[in-house]
């Protein structure tokens, strides 16, 4: 059995029904979260200051 490491960005917004998302996304060719993020971003994923993560769905339901 092999074992792998890879950075995974969670998001940190929340559901409709008030709970954590449960949304999460990383990259094959991620080195670091800084790598996650700007590989990402093109498909909605959003860093607002303090480093918080937000899912395209959350950034679209307006939770940031």
């Known amino acids: ?10 998001c940190d917004g929340e559901e409709n ?25 093109p498909e909605g994923w959003h860093t607002r200051p303090g480093g918080r993560d937000i899912c395209p769905d959350c950034w679209k339901d307006d939770i940031r």
């Open 17 to 41: 029904l008030g709970g954590p998302c449960d949304a999460e996304t990383s990259h094959p060719m991620a080195q670091t979260v800084t790598d996650v993020r700007r590989l990402r971003a």
């Open 1 to 10: 059995m092999t074992a792998a490491s890879y950075p995974v960005i969670r």
